[in-house]
Nanobody, 121 residues
């Protein structure tokens, strides 16, 4: 019943910025972590950034210093601020959440449908 809704993807020129947002909806008892993964053409899905319930963040080396992840003001939301974008950042970005839903007594992983980020040179 938990759904992740992503927004903010689009087309930008190299050096530009985008801000991705993800909001989790549904019956959520507890949120363990939320983050972003991406899958570029011809490549495997990779972790971009994640933030845990304790506030710990993990950022991929490829985007460190350019991307930041943060919790949103609204409950169960997360933002990915992407600056100094490069063509190699082009990918479908997927929101991910590790959640303890209100409907089942154990943790589950949920994925958003993805939002496309295209960076032109």
């Amino acid at each position: 019943q938990v759904q992740l809704v992503e927004s903010g993807g689009g087309l930008v020129q190299a050096g530009g910025s985008l801000r991705l947002s993800c909001a989790a909806f549904g019956s959520i008892l507890s949120m363990n972590a939320m983050g972003w993964y991406r899958q570029a053409p011809g490549k495997q899905r990779e972790l971009v950034a994640v933030i845990t319930s304790g506030g710990t963040t993990n950022i991929a080396d490829s985007v460190k210093g350019r991307f930041t992840i943060s919790r949103g003001n609204a409950k169960n939301t997360v933002h990915l601020q992407m600056n100094s974008l490069k063509p190699e950042d082009t990918a479908v970005y997927y929101c991910n959440a590790d959640v303890i839903p209100g409907t089942v007594p154990h943790g589950m992983t949920y994925w958003g449908k993805g939002t496309l980020v295209t960076v032109s040179s």
